[in-house]
């Protein structure tokens, strides 16, 4: 497979303005119609041929202006159909035949659970019918769908239906209408025996929309809280924004076989049920907050994505990252904001730095990529996000309003670049953003190094920021970055923020310091105490900032730092420092001695004010294994989960009574609902739940017992099932596992969490589990959210996916080699921890580099080759 590559951008020579689709739809031989108006761009050559994209089809007939074209006319292969001689303006009229049932790539037109659905972003559209499948070509759409009367009762595409009615033979169809240009990638269809709910939003200019979100029957009182979600955001999208929606239905489907989240899909976005579907006895509350973002984030693509879209996918993260910034806004502005951000800044940094150290790096706009599904990446998503926070912050909320209204009414309707979203920042604001460009085209995690000195005489602080962006595949040398430093100095007497004055200018207490060049000095004075330096606050920066703080400072910090997400960074700080000694201790085989410091934060914590119980609840959870395998040169995962467990084991044993009564303190009785005061509680309970069990306490255990069994809702009995299973209490384990299993076995998104639970506990039996649960009836290769429950979860299980006798890395290439043949995109997915072998011992090292050889010796599709063939590199 050959790279494309960005440089090689070329306007299309000929765009479809309005394009009429006719689905016929049958299992094995679905047929499709296409009539397509098409004109020559007035700038392409007057020979230029017609070339459209198209795969796994098959042509039956194809005409220009009525007038059949005979074999001669066009070149066709596997994936592009090439007609020579074409008019300037032309109507081209092809059909085809293509086998739903037999689409297990899941991309394009496929059956799932026997109803019609499609995914095409983004070269989806291609297995559907002969077009040219780019962003840049917009057109109107007007779909008719036909189907069998009882088999699919209701047949959906974007936009408004305009048209129904019954055929021969027990068929039926309906035309839908989308007036809005879009490009095919946005294309959608779902047929099937659906139900739906049905509700109304009435936008800001009074236009009342009706919305639908339609499911298979079982699921229909798993619809409430995303209808709620989608009012939400509809109403935030209006207040924040300035968008209103633009049609007059809105309509979501739930899909249990789907590769992705959700897809934005006009007017009709498709979604995996996963991402939609909850109930307080099914989904936990992390669920909930997640469908909750995710219908936001859908919805918010209308604009962002839709009615301005991309000009090539080389700009994904034009409309991904700009979304992700939006729908994180959303939650955090209907949710606990300073957690939202841990969450997701605890997220990034574990899972975006790695990516971004790792053999598959790539700028947030990459500039070659055999296979764009493998870019659907976290750089292109969440670092995405944080660079259009970043311009945000740099230019201020007004100014970034003014950037976004001038950015979709300039461009609306129109496929377009990074450079015109950051060219509208820039216009409104009057800022430079040349330096700051290079965010988009540079790679790798830049690193600060910060040091701070206090001078008593002059009454100075002098802080010194130095960056570097290590050398990523590609990309040896890097340029020094625009890095936007948010920060405060805490006076170490006063406990206070101090006034911030750089070069004579009073910046206030907390202020942003622009970062340019390699080496910068920054000195404040009137500086009257000694200060401990509170750096990048909310995480200003995707970027790693070090400091050489004492574990005194960070205890410091802990408490008064005016900062809650620097807060909550100086106690992840601190248990660092101790969980580093902890490893070299568990490495050298010298007793494990716990850091009393790190006991006394906790302490404070725990009995002092509570007055944000959702943050107090990140604030007690330690780093996760991932995270503190990130900051070590070479990954020890049996050493840091000793340490870690070490941890938690010495805290729950000094700390018992403190936590026991947290616990207790949380309880309630009170009927389930999604709510930021009820998720903290039970954040709260849990988060004391799991110290206590972490060292067996038998009233902790009994707790955990009564917990399960009160079956209240999913986020507890999930809580005490998981702690009880990662216990080795297999005693109490096995009979709650069975219940639970029988107890679900009909609801695929529940026994997804009971695999989940299973395959990631730190019991050295996990393997031979992975390989019988693999046999279980309800496990399928073929459905994407069975793999990650349990062959991902399994994965992520540090200790036992890095297994010594390399048998985890076999049982996942194993699995990768089997889904490379069913489904391309998720098998490539599957590969990342696999990709990460440099960070581990020389043992581990190569164990991972021969499966990786192993995989690249089969017969591969372009995405696992891509993905191995970096690896490999
Ligand atoms: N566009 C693919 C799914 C999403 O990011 O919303
Ligand atoms: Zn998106």
């Known amino acids: 497979p050959q790279p494309v590559y960005l440089s090689d951008y070329q306007p299309p020579a000929y765009r479809v303005t309005h394009t009429e689709l006719t689905f016929d739809l049958d299992p094995a031989a679905t047929r499709v119609k296409a009539r397509l108006l098409i004109e020559r761009h007035p700038e392409a050559d007057a020979n230029a041929p017609l070339a459209l994209n198209g795969e796994q089809l098959k042509l039956i007939s194809l005409a220009i202006d009525a007038t059949p074209l005979d074999a001669a006319a066009y070149e ?118 659906l139900h739906s709910v049905e509700d109304h939003f009435t936008t800001m200019s009074g236009r009342d929309v009706t919305l639908q979100i339609w499911v298979e029957k079982e699921n229909l009182d798993k619809t409430e809280h995303a209808m709620a979600s989608l009012k939400r955001a509809m109403e935030w999208d209006e207040q924040a924004y300035g968008r209103e929606y633009d049609l007059d239905l809105f309509m979501i489907v739930a899909v249990n076989d789907f590769n992705m989240g959700a897809m934005e899909n006009k007017g009709l976005n ?45 700009q994904l993260s034009l409309k991904e990252g700009f979304t992700v910034f939006r729908d994180q806004c959303f939650s955090a502005d209907t949710n606990s904001a300073p957690v939202k951000r841990i969450q997701d800044v605890s997220f990034f940094r574990t899972a975006q730095f790695a990516e971004d150290a790792g053999p598959t790096a790539h700028p947030i706009r990459p500039d070659h990529f055999i296979e764009i599904t493998n870019f659907y990446t976290l750089t292109i998503y969440e670092k995405g996000a944080e660079v259009v926070r970043m311009l945000r912050n740099l230019v201020g909320e007004e100014s970034f309003r003014r950037g976004s209204d001038l950015y979709f009414e300039r461009f609306d309707g129109q496929a377009v670049t990074i450079e015109d979203f950051v060219g509208c920042m820039a216009e409104a604001s009057g800022e430079d953003f040349s330096q700051f460009m290079r965010w988009y085209s540079q790679a790798g995690t830049p690193d600060i190094d910060a040091h701070g000195e206090y001078d008593y005489v002059q009454g100075e602080y002098h ?30 007497k006063s406990g206070q923020d101090l006034t911030l004055t750089l070069n004579g200018e009073k910046l206030g207490k907390d202020a942003v310091i622009h970062l340019r060049d390699d080496e910068q000095t920054f000195v404040f004075t009137d500086v009257a105490e000694a200060p401990v330096p509170s750096l990048l606050r909310e995480f200003s920066a995707p970027v790693k900032l070090h400091y050489p703080y004492s574990r005194e400072d960070l205890a410091f910090l802990l408490t008064h ?32 001695v716990m850091d009393s410091r790190v006991v006394d934060a906790f302490r404070a914590l725990l009995s002092g004010p509570m007055s944000d119980k959702a943050v ?28 870690r467990e070490f941890v938690r084991q010495s805290l729950a044993v000094a700390l018992r009574d403190e936590f026991l009564a947290i616990y207790e303190a949380n309880v309630t009785e009170e009927a ?21 069990m972490s060292i067996e306490d038998e009233q902790g255990l009994a707790l955990c017992e009564s917990q399960f069994a009160a079956d209240h809702n999913m986020t507890d009995v999930r809580q005490a099932l998981t702690l009880l299973v990662h216990s080795d209490r297999d005693d109490l384990a096995s009979p709650a596992l069975k219940a639970f299993g029988e107890k679900w076995a009909h609801d695929p998104l529940v026994m997804d969490q009971w695999f989940t639970v299973q395959v990631s506990r730190p019991q050295p039996d996990v393997l031979e589990r992975v390989k019988y649960l693999m046999q279980h009836p ?27 006798d390399g048998q985890g890395y076999q049982l996942l290439a194993d699995v990768v080699i089997e889904l490379n043949r069913l489904n391309p995109e998720i098998a490539a997915r599957l590969i990342t921890p696999l990709t990460r072998w440099q960070r581990f011992d020389e043992t581990r090292q190569a164990l991972m580099r021969s499966e990786l050889e192993r995989i690249k010796q089969q017969p591969l599709s372009s995405n696992v080759y891509e993905v191995v063939e970096k690896a490999l590199a």
């Not at 936009?159 to 809005?180: A, C, K, M, S, Y």
């Not at 604030?619 to 070479?634: F, R, V």
């Not at 509680?681 to 206590?692: D, E, I, P, T």
Request: proline share 6%; charged share 20%; net charge negative.
């Open 616 to 643: 107090l609840a990140e604030m007690l959870a330690l780093p996760s294994e991932a995270y503190i395998a990130e900051q070590q040169p070479i990954v020890d995962v049996d050493a840091i989960h000793a340490a």
């Open 76 to 193: 066709l292969d596997d994936e592009v159909l090439r007609i020579a001689q074409v008019p300037e303006r032309f109507v081209l009229e092809s059909e085809v035949e293509i086998a739903p049932q037999e689409n297990t790539a899941l991309e394009g037109l496929y059956q799932s659970n026997g109803m019609y659905c499609t995914q095409c972003e983004a070269e989806g559209f291609r297995r559907i019918t002969f077009y040219p499948d780019r962003p840049d070509v917009m057109a109107t759409f007007k779909v008719t769908v036909i189907g069998d009367q009882q088999q699919e009762p209701i047949l959906l595409a974007n936009g408004n239906p305009i048209e129904r009615g019954e055929l021969e033979g027990g068929r039926h169809f309906v035309t839908w209408e989308d007036p809005h240009p879009k490009p095919c990638y946005l294309f959608a269809l779902v047929a099937g025996n």
């Open 463 to 492: 802080l010194t920021l130095r960056q570097r962006t290590p050398a990523t595949p590609g990309q040896p040398d890097k340029l020094p970055l625009h890095i936007p430093v948010r920060m405060g100095l805490v006076g170490t």
């Open 778 to 804: 309800a496990f399928s290769l073929k459905n994407p959210n069975r793999v990650r429950a349990l062959v991902g979860a399994f994965a992520q299980n540090r200790v036992n996916f890095h297994r010594l």
């Open 561 to 592: 730092d005016s900062d809650g997400f620097n807060r909550w960074d100086a106690g992840q700080r601190l248990a660092l420092l101790a969980l580093d000694d902890l490893i070299a201790a568990h490495r050298n085989g010298v007793e494990k």
């Open 270 to 314: 498709i979604f995996n049920s996963a991402a939609v579907l909850t109930h307080p006895q099914t989904a936990t509350d992390a669920a909930f907050q997640n469908v909750e973002g995710i219908v936001a984030h859908e919805y918010f693509h209308n604009w962002s994505g839709n009615r301005v879209t991309c000009r090539d996918w080389f």
């Open 672 to 692: 389930y609902a999604p709510t930021s005061e009820q998720i903290a509680q039970r954040s709260l309970k849990n988060v004391a739940l799991s110290y206590l």
